[in-house]
């Protein structure tokens, strides 16, 4: 039986590339209740980066996983430009694929964001007929708020920045909820730590070891390959 150390040495060379895997910026294990606006809203929340990321999809949060109502625009914007950095359609129905509690639309390219800039995410919620919220907090008025939530290490919220200002349409999120809620869900973002030059080359390592392996199994005439 061949000696599985080298192929060992080989998936240690490329963990450091599997821990970049996308992850939900926002997450949560349960619900208190949802929230059914009667208004047309950009819902959302503000954040900051501790280190540069990657975005890698866009998504709404879908009650029950049965399929969203409505399609939904969600946006990324630098909050004090109000320039639009990354944009996509999240689909009604159950189009989108669904990870945790949210349908994702995938960006057709990464988008990288980075650390010491304010950033907005926040999607267009048409209140009657559409899909329900949730938000990181009790507050007094409404059983909407979640259990288990948490934070990917490279995301800084803030409470009280919540957004949810009417509007007509989808555009810049303005209004802040001001309450003590840091998010409104409504939206969310993947996210995948930017490589250090570090993981690339320890990436071409692990690639061209297991290349290496391979040809000279191949080259064995006492170990032959079917």
């Not at 294990?29 to 929340?45: C, E, K, P, Y």
């Not at 010491?116 to 995410?121: E, Q, V």
């Not at 309450?179 to 730590?193: E, H, I, Q, Y």
Request: proline share 7%.
């Amino acid at each position: 039986m061949p000696s599985l150390r080298p192929w060992l040495f080989a998936l240690i060379l490329l963990a450091p590339v599997a821990a970049l895997a996308d992850t939900p910026a926002i997450s949560f294990t349960s619900t208190n209740g949802a929230f059914l606006d009667l208004r047309t809203r950009m819902i959302g929340w503000q954040f900051s980066l501790s280190d540069p990321v990657n975005v890698t999809s866009l998504g709404w949060y879908d009650q029950g996983g049965n399929g969203l109502n409505r399609a939904h625009e969600v946006g990324i914007w630098q909050t004090d430009t109000k320039i639009l950095v990354a944009q996509a359609v999240v689909p009604q129905g159950l189009e989108a694929p669904l990870d945790g509690q949210f349908r994702w639309a995938g960006l057709s390219l990464p988008v990288q964001l980075q650390p010491g800039i304010s950033y907005s995410i926040a999607g267009l919620d048409i209140g009657s007929g559409g899909d329900a919220h949730v938000w990181d907090t009790q507050i007094g008025c409404c059983t909407a708020h979640v259990s288990g939530f948490s934070v990917h290490a490279l995301v800084q919220l803030t409470a009280g920045t919540a957004l949810g200002g009417e509007t007509n349409g989808f555009g810049f999120p303005t209004g802040l909820i001001g309450d003590g809620r840091a998010a409104l869900m409504g939206p969310n973002f993947t996210v995948s730590a930017v490589p250090e030059p570090q993981t690339y080359i320890m990436m071409l390592a692990g690639l061209l070891f297991i290349g290496g392996l391979a040809r000279s199994r191949r080259a064995d005439p006492t170990n032959p390959v079917p």
